[in-house]
């Protein structure tokens, strides 16, 4: 294996193109083990699930949705929180497509990226279907630095006429490590986590204010008296009666602030800006936002827009 692949663009977006227009052409699982690698290392391990095969893709899934809906039926949601975050319902994690439900558990790995402008395959061990390829990932197109490379082994299974990536052995044994630490006799989850106090007990009060009415229905008082006043003043009557309408009617946007209400109550807030600001980080909890804030305005607290 003597060629070069072109030098890489230091964006994930070209990267993934280049990288993809590279594996539609591909004749050799060399060439398919380069693209994947060259994603993996420039787009972090979730870019390369395109490669995948599907199969692969199912099989974890069907295996994780197994484990998450056993688990439901006592009860509990271990399984579901520690690969999700604690966003996500068991509904949500049933709708998910294959890819994406890979795609929201390798979001909560932790994960780094560099950048390197040569992929090259060493050789390749066969062991029933499966084809182990060596790759080494090298920089030498920089000035000033020394050049450095690493070598990863991208395990491949056939497809047709086509070579695709097994899921990485990684990842598989982040996910087997999960569902091993929840056994069959642990304890049900009752109700909500024991929650800390945050500093403030008025930032407490307002928290567990605001998880009751949204626990109830009851948006057009939370979004009046719980978030800060700015909110409704910065719209027009139409649109916060649109807002408040949609709440109303959908209990699943309901659930995501109230999970986020929650998540903050039991966590101790970063304070800011003098101890008007209390930051509470939700990173990988599977919500669509990664913090609650809380502002304080002459005495009261606010949920921050």
């Given at each position: 294996?003597k060629?070069?692949?072109?030098r890489?663009p230091?964006?994930?977006g070209g990267v993934?193109?280049?990288?993809?227009?590279l594996?539609?052409?591909?004749?050799?699982p060399?060439?398919t083990a380069?693209?994947?690698v060259?994603?993996s290392?420039?787009?972090?391990p979730s870019?390369?699930?395109?490669?995948?095969?599907f199969?692969e893709?199912q099989?974890?899934?069907?295996?994780v949705l197994?484990?998450?809906?056993?688990?439901?039926e006592s009860?509990?949601?271990?399984?579901?929180?520690?690969l999700f975050?604690?966003g996500?319902s068991l509904?949500d994690?049933?709708r998910?497509?294959?890819?994406?439900?890979?795609l929201a558990i390798?979001?909560?790995?932790p994960?780094?990226?560099a950048?390197y402008d040569?992929y090259?395959a060493l050789?390749s061990v066969?062991?029933?279907?499966?084809?182990h390829?060596?790759v080494?990932?090298?920089?030498?197109?920089?000035e000033r630095i020394?050049?450095?490379s690493i070598i990863?082994?991208?395990t491949?299974?056939?497809?047709?006429?086509?070579?695709?990536?097994a899921?990485?052995?990684?990842i598989e044994?982040?996910?087997d490590s999960?569902?091993?630490a929840?056994?069959d006799d642990a304890?049900?989850v009752?109700?909500?986590?024991?929650v800390?106090?945050?500093a403030?007990p008025a930032?407490?009060a307002l928290?567990?204010?605001g998880?009751?009415?949204?626990?109830?229905?009851?948006?057009?008082t939370y979004?009046?008296?719980v978030?800060?006043?700015?909110?409704s003043?910065?719209?027009?009557?139409?649109?916060?009666d649109?807002?408040?309408r949609?709440?109303?009617?959908?209990e699943r946007?309901r659930e995501k602030?109230?999970?986020?209400?929650?998540l903050?109550a039991a966590?101790?807030?970063k304070?800011?800006e003098?101890?008007?600001?209390l930051?509470y980080d939700?990173?990988?909890?599977g919500?669509p936002?990664?913090h609650?804030?809380?502002?304080?305005?002459?005495?009261r607290?606010?949920?921050a827009?």
């Open positions: 294996m060629h070069k692949m072109q890489l230091r964006f994930a993934l193109m280049l990288t993809w227009s594996f539609a052409q591909a004749e050799s060399e060439k380069e693209a994947f060259a994603l290392t420039s787009g972090g870019a390369a699930v395109i490669l995948y095969q199969s893709v099989r974890i899934r069907d295996k197994l484990a998450v809906e056993r688990e439901a009860g509990r949601k271990q399984v579901r929180a520690a975050g604690a996500p509904d994690v049933r998910m497509t294959p890819e994406n439900l890979l390798m979001a909560r790995l994960s780094r990226t950048v040569t090259k050789g066969k062991e029933g279907e499966m084809l390829v060596v080494r990932a090298s920089l030498e197109k920089v020394r050049r450095r990863q082994v991208v491949l299974l056939p497809s047709g006429k086509e070579w695709r990536a899921v990485a052995s990684n044994a982040y996910i999960v569902l091993a929840a056994p304890p049900p009752v109700g909500s986590p024991a800390a106090a945050p403030d930032a407490k928290l567990a204010r998880i009751d009415l949204l626990h109830k229905g009851n948006c057009l979004f009046l008296d978030m800060e006043p700015g909110f003043k910065a719209m027009t009557q139409k649109s916060f649109a807002i408040v949609s709440c109303e009617l959908n946007t602030f109230r999970v986020g209400l929650e903050a966590r101790n807030p304070v800011e003098g101890g008007s600001k930051l939700l990173n990988g909890e919500l936002y990664d609650v804030t809380l502002t304080r305005i002459d005495t607290w606010y949920v827009q």
